[in-house]
């Protein structure tokens, strides 16, 4: 499953000339945010969607669906098994896709720093736009961070898809040293047992 | 074959161009009314412009083979052809040729092309979201049918531009008491087609994550919020057509729209979600006999 | 003067029944042979005779030693006793060679000389013209039918005879006692006679006395109440005796009804005689239906379907109309030569696979194809399917009842006919899409008679005008009695 | 003596005895398709003359006079059964394996021809008769229970006509419709035949047509026979023979028409006599579609299906306005024609899988491209989306309905399409899309005759979809008298339009502009199945991605209360009683000793000698 | 999964002294009822609703029956890992719905291949928790159909990460390599 699963690498991107300006525009203005709460920062999301920060005022709206998403939240601690379902997901995610990562955790291990099951680095899996520390970092300094994600995009320097693009080998030789060869398909067989 | 005359052509793009841009400011209103009712700022008017162009702007674009291209397409054109045959303010556009059956049909037929394009996708979420959809569809039919048949008794003809005529002469629909009735039982049905709150079980995003649009991603989701945007656009104008006695200029028929949406948004805001075995039973009780009750009267 | 050839065919038989023990004794495998050459010379007769009247459009009357009626004994030779005296003959030139292949049980002889008295009563109750003559040889059918029943010497066989004795017994008495009464209160025997004087007769005595005839004769004709012996005797007799009993014994019985029903037209009780018969006629179709309905042997079953029948052809003679005359005689056709077909049949079957059950015709369309086919078209057409004969003579006998008044007894008639097509239909599904096995050698001439039949019946189905015709003229012989009177030279003697 | 007519009808019926005779692959296959194209020769060839004078043919049968006549109307009925015949035998040179198969389904196809073109009712009931057999020898050869049940039902049909034609046979003397009509007009004055019994022969009739074309509640035998015969026939049985029990109330309406009102009048300014049929039409059509959404074999639910669409054509006929008459006419051959196409579609998915469950099919758009495509047109069709015949036809049936006031009625119709669209969904999503099972990827397209097949009634759904002109403007031939008015491509009623070209073009206008918002993007890739969004868990390609088992699970729990009751098992039940009390009787009565049968020698006698003192 | 995992050490001396006197409440009751159907248990009552047994090992399985009549759910099987006696300390939590008392039911048994007889029988609900100590700690539960790998990643099947003298420092080091040393403070004298 694993090597079809490369041909998003070499499937050639549009490039919008004329509408260029406009699409960045509207790329910046209208953020969705897949719903993806890993670890504990996802009690944190909710509150931005409420009266008092609202997120919605800048267009971002929580939408579970990966293909229509574009802001990929990463909000605490990351397991193995969880990062295997968050590739897959950022994966699906159609291309200019920013993420963002929540809290010291996926930084640095942060406090399960001397944990087997905990992810030390997640940049070294997944590349990552913007990071907010703190351990769980408070709704302003998420907000802050949105800020900072549609100040990139508005000077184009948001571009963690491109950098997944380029250097794909790296990350996938860091991902394949994690979870071992063929990881998809072994894991797909492990839970068919339960289904 | 009808020579192709000008101004009729120039008529039909105005209007397509007029009722996409609309479309989405209604669908800006309906998310801007509903923040406001929960105290919150609320995106702008045009946010919906802003996604869909967003979506149309996306560098990679996926299919899982043909029909699932060809489902968002089917639903758009189909969405067009309705819009184009009911009557628009002073604009006759070709509802001349068809009557209040045809349009009814054109308005049921893109859900058969969401429905194709959701099940060729082969997710099991959508599969569940396509099964929702057609019995809510299959639920609401029969007073969706006895609503429109009270009316069509009342005045007597099928042709939409007929019907506003003699609404214009003996007043709007609603001042008759057998079609107050049908108005409720519309209404009602009104808010499963749009997929408004107690009916949104077909698209329930805390459960099947978007129903059937969940494969879909950039240009088709994009392809498919232009649909909606029209379908908003023209189910109003079908529900004022009928109802509010159509308008003579766009901007009457633009306030009557707008208040046809509000009743939809404050009913969706505030109630909760039906499953859909409670929705079908629902929709076979209240509006069923409400509708036998107008039809019955109105014969 | 070549009319009293026609006697032949009453004296042929007779002589050579007694022939026999002198056939035997010359050589003993000699005496099959023998009956099929009789049998094959009473067709040639039969079919002389059938020409003679069909051609010149008179019946033949014999009289017995010259004397003239009412004196003397007459046969009236009309055209419905042409017709079916052709019928017997050619059934019992079949049965014959069927006998040689069917019958294994020793005492041949025996079964000869039975086999053509048989034949020489049906034949005679159907050509005879005076009462008493036709009570000699009801009698003669009577005793050599109870003896064949019984001729396979089982436990079950003789159980069947002796029903059929008692039974037969108590009508035939009854018969003599209604005889006696007609004779006391006309003074003749002469049917032509009878019906002259049937109209100044003390009606309760015409009553009484022809009530008593038909009881006589329904017992004979299986009518409802009275044919609880029918089922049994068929089962039990040999194969070729079925094939007769169900094809002309029966029918010379309500032939013979039929006969003397109408000859007492003038009888002012006349109409509530008709509706006893036509209820208990309807009655014998329903009961008979119904018992076949969950049938485990298919040769009982077929008993049960052709006594409903007979009890339709019955309906169709008791409705008192003409149409409805016609529409009994086309049916009896019809009826004797699919009941033919499919006894031949099952009976080829039972001798073959050793049983008639229902077991035993599982796969038979694999098994032995030719006769598979003959019973398929059997059933089909006793069913009524259209491109087949019965059903030409049902559609008749439905409107004739339903003009004559009886719309109950067609709609229950319908209704039995449903079962019937239901248990008939189970059997083909049971012979062709059920079970298989290797295929059997099938006798050719036995193969020949069936295809034969089943070319009768398809060309009689498909093309049905020159049979209805037939059947037109004998219905006119039994129903217009004036014609019958007029055409019996009578000497005038007690008028 | 050999005219039209007669090749016409008996035709079929002689090429299906040569084809069961010469038994052999190649020239059984030939013998039965040119038996069944020389109807479709000789309709075409006929169709100029129909339109001005009748042609008539008699022979006389057993003393009867059976006369044949082909007038506008029947030739109408006649062109759809011969549409749907050539189809059918085009279907049966892939899917027919003996013999048997062609004798059966050519004669029935006589059958139907002799039904639609017979002016006398003995020729009617003997052709009626032939049909009937022909087509449970047809399902007999697959299952024993089904066709029984079916045989016993059309019989019990055929038995209560025969009795009605005897009745007005003994009442009126005849048996040819003309003067049967000419005698019941006159009746009218004269009330020979009381209110009774005409109400008596309208049931007896009813029964008889109801039980052919499906009606409610002596539907119980379609899903059986249909989903049991061999596929490409049911396209002709369910197509052409359920017409012939339609064709039946028309002629109830032509024959007794007069005389039923006389004796009825109206109810609420309908004629009373169709009031009851257009109900028993309306509860045809939803109990039909909603058993048909509740199915999981596919020839179950198109059987439901093709019953509940017959429901529509009675519901029309019910109408009793001309504008009723015309939509049901439209309606038998858009059904004739949509709905052969769903069978022989199904005919090419059972032979290439030899799956009949929704369970085990799924995925087989790639591999089955043309009979996808032809399906998709029949589910167009069928659902009623506007540039299809199936729409034409339905939208005729809507403003009759409406027109006279029948709401209820018309209601009924929106229930019944819109569970159409559902189960024809259901269909679309089990068999063409979703994810393949291992077992199907081998699948070929179908082979050539059967894709002809379905070529051949693809085209009159769109044909008549895009130009229903054509049939009303016959329609209005056949009637005498102008009720659908406009143009080829355009139908105008006293109160409705429904321009069919103009749809079509907006159609395809509106979907060239969202195939230019379409092209604009960027370009598609295209994905595995396996690449699906299951929150993020990695697919493999043995996770069982669709759901084809009870796809409608929660409408089966709404309408619970419902299922209770069935037809299917009260007309078990009764069959059961039945044999029971057989078996009683004749244990009682033929109880094998003799003193029990001298008794009733005993009875008799005693009956006798009552007789004679009264 | 191991909430109040380390009981307080110094508290298990005085609890022998308690037993007799138990006071007259409801749970002190319940104490002496179990106690007279299982003489060989000693149960104490911690607090308001909070009950506690010691049961020596190889009567444990005796003593569940006889609480389960009182006791009707069991919420969960704890295990407690004491590296320096060389035991396994294994707690039943159990809570009587009736009389809505949580117990703690505790026994001992040796670190090396640790054995106990299912509980299945009684509470069909233990095999989760089963499970769980044998992935975590290794502990054979005989009777337990399904004792095989549960929710941990294959790289960590039969490594019973949770036992005291698992290495956890050398077998992130080996898994997560370079940037797990990016720090450098040793781990020897760190307290929790």
Known sequence: MSERNDDFITY?????????????????????????????????????????????????????????????????????????????????????????????????????????????????????????????????AVMDGIMEIMRKIESGKADGWKRYRDNYEWYKKNQDELFGEGWREKEGKRWLAWI | MIGIDWKIVLEVIGMLIYATFMGFIFMGIERKAMARIQR??????????????????????????LIYDFGPVFALGATITALLFIPIANFQLFSSNADLIVVAYLLEVPMLGIMLG??????????????????????????????????????????????????????????????????????????????????????????????????????????????????????????????????????????KQIAVLFIAIFVASIYPRFTIDQAAKFFWKWPTIIGIIAVLLTV | MNGQYAALIIALPLVSAFFVPVIKAISKKAVMPFLLLVTLAQVGIAGWVFNEVYTSDK???????????????????????????????????????????????????????????????????????????????????????????????????????????????????????????????????????????????????????????????????????????????????????????????VKAGLYAAARLLYLMQAVSTWHSVLRLLVIMAVLTVVVAEFSALRQRDVKRMIAYSSISQVGMIAFALALGSQAGVDAGVFHMVNHAIVKALLFLGVGYVGIKLGGTTLEDFEGLGRRMPLTAFAITVGSLSAVGIPLFNIFWSKVRIMLAGVSAGYTWGVALILGASVVEAVYYLRLIHRIWFAGGGERLSESFALGAIMLFLVALILVIGFYPNYAWSLAQKAGADIFDVTRYVSNVPLMGVGA | MINDLMILIFAPLVAGILAWAFDVRGIREAIGFIGAAIPVVILAKTYQTVLSNSINYTITVGGFKLIFQLTALNWYFAAVAAIVGIAMALGMISTSR???????????????????LSQDFIGFFLLWELMTF???????????????????????????????????????????????????????????????????????????????????????????AYSEANQSYTSFFSGALSKAGVYGILLLYILMGAKLYAEFGTFHGHLTFAYVIAWIGAITVVVASFLAVLQEDIRKLFAYSSVGQVGYILLAFGVGTSLGFAGGLFHVLSHAVFKGLFWLVTAAIILQTGKTKFKDMGGLAEKMPFTFAMGLIAVLSLSGIPPMAGFASKWLIYEAAIQAHMPLVAGAIFL??????????????????????????????????LLIGMAILAIPNILFGVAPGLVTEYINKAFGSEIVGGDYFKLVTPTGTYNALLVTIVLVLGLAIAGLVFLYGATTRKIPVTNTYQSGNPVIEDYNLSIRRNFYKPLAEALDFWLKYSWDRFYERIAGIAEDFADTLRQSFYNGNVQSYSWYLAIVLLILALWGVL | MDMNEKPKVEEKAEEVAEAPRLPNTKEGRLVKAILEKAPYAEGSIRRERRVEFKVPADRIHEFLEVASEKFEILIQITTVDWLKEGEFELVYQLWSVSESVHAFVRTRIPRENAEMPTVMDIWPVAETYEREAHEFFGIIFKGNPRLGPFILEPREYEKHPFRKDFNMIGYVKMIYGEDFDRYDESKTNYVI
């Open chain 1, 12 to 140: 050639e991107l549009q490039e919008f000339k004329l509408f260029e300006p406009l699409f960045r525009w509207a790329r910046k203005k209208s953020l969705w945010i897949v719903a993806f709460c890993t670890g504990c920062g996802g009690i944190e999301m909710p509150p931005l969607a409420t009266a008092r920060y609202d997120f919605e005022r800048f267009g971002i709206m929580p939408n579970p669906a990966p293909r229509m998403g574009d802001l990929f939240l990463i909000t605490g601690y990351v397991t193995p098994k969880t990062l295997k379902r968050i590739i897959i997901t950022y994966e699906m995610m159609q291309d200019p896709k920013y993420v963002m990562i929540h809290g010291s955790c996926p930084i640095n291990g942060g406090v399960y720093w001397d944990s087997y099951n905990v992810v030390k680095q997640f940049d070294k899996y997944l590349p990552v736009d913007v990071a907010i520390a703190g351990c769980m970092p408070r709704p302003e």
């Open chain 2, 40 to 65: 919150r700022v609320g995106p702008p008017l045009y946010q919906p412009i802003l996604d869909t162009l967003k979506l149309l702007g996306k560098k990679e674009s996926v299919s899982h083979g």
């Open chain 2, 118 to 255: 959701a099940m060729s996708s082969g997710n099991p979420y959508s599969a569940v979201g396509v099964q929702r959809g057609l019995l809510t569809m299959v639920a609401m039919q029969l007073p969706y049918g006895l609503a429109l048949i009270a009316i069509v008794q009342h005045w007597g003809s099928f042709k939409l531009s007929e019907i506003v005529a003699l609404q214009s002469v003996h007043g709007w629909s609603i001042t008759v008491p057998a079609l107050l009735l049908a108005f409720i039982v519309f209404d009602i049905v009104f808010q499963a087609m749009l997929g408004l709150e107690p009916f949104d079980i077909i698209t329930a995003p805390a459960e099947i994550s978007m129903g059937p649009m969940l494969e879909y991603g950039g240009k088709h989701a994009a392809l498919l919020f232009t649909q909606h945007a029209v379908q908003l656009f023209a189910e109003t104008a079908f529900f004022a057509v009928l109802f509010l006695g159509g308008a003579s200029n766009l901007i009457e028929l633009l306030i």
């Open chain 3, 59 to 249: 019946p033949i009357i014999v009289m017995a030693g010259g004397w003239r009626p009412p004196v003397g004994i007459n046969l009236y030779i009309g055209h419905f006793a042409a017709l079916f005296v052709l019928i017997i003959a050619v059934i019992s030139f079949f049965m014959a060679y069927f006998s040689i292949k069917a019958v294994k049980v020793e005492p041949l002889d025996k079964y000869a000389m039975l086999f053509l008295l048989l034949m020489l009563g049906a034949t005679g109750m159907i050509a005879t013209g005076d009462i008493f003559n036709l009570f000699v040889f009801m009698e003669i059918t009577a005793i050599t039918a109870y003896a064949l029943t019984a001729y396979n010497k089982t436990g079950e066989a003789a159980e069947a005879s002796m029903k059929y004795m008692i039974l037969g017994g108590i009508g035939s008495s009854f018969f003599l006692i209604g005889i006696a009464l007609i004779y006391g209160a006309t003074g003749t025997l002469n049917m032509a006679q009878i019906a002259q004087l049937a109209g100044n007769i003390n009606p309760t005595v015409a009553q009484v006395g022809l009530a008593l005839l038909i009881f006589g004769l329904a017992v004979e004709a299986e009518l409802f109440p009275l044919n609880a012996w029918a089922p049994d005797a068929y089962q039990a007799a040999p194969h070729p005796i079925t094939v007769m009993f169900s094809a002309f014994v």
């Open chain 4, 98 to 116: 003996s013999g048997y198969e062609w004798l059966f389904a050519l004669m029935s196809y006589t059958g139907v021809l002799g039904v639609f």
């Open chain 4, 134 to 224: 022909a087509s449970f020898m047809m399902v007999l050869r697959n299952n024993r229970h089904e066709s029984l049940k079916y045989f016993v039902l059309s019989v019990i049909g055929a038995y209560a006509m025969m009795l009605g034609i005897a009745i007005l046979y003994a009442k009126t003397g005849a048996l040819d419709f003309a003067t049967i009509r000419q005698a019941l007009y006159m009746d009218l004055s004269i009330g020979a035949i009381s209110k009774g019994e005409s109400a008596l022969l309208f049931v007896l009739f009813l029964t008889a047509f109801g039980v052919k074309a499906g009606a409610f509640p002596l539907h119980v035998w379609a899903p059986g």
């Open chain 4, 416 to 449: 019944g399409s819109g569970l159409a669209f559902a189960y024809v969904v259901r269909f679309l999503y089990a068999v063409w899309f979703g994810q393949r099972p291992s077992d199907l990827d081998n699948v070929k397209e179908a082979p050539l005759p």
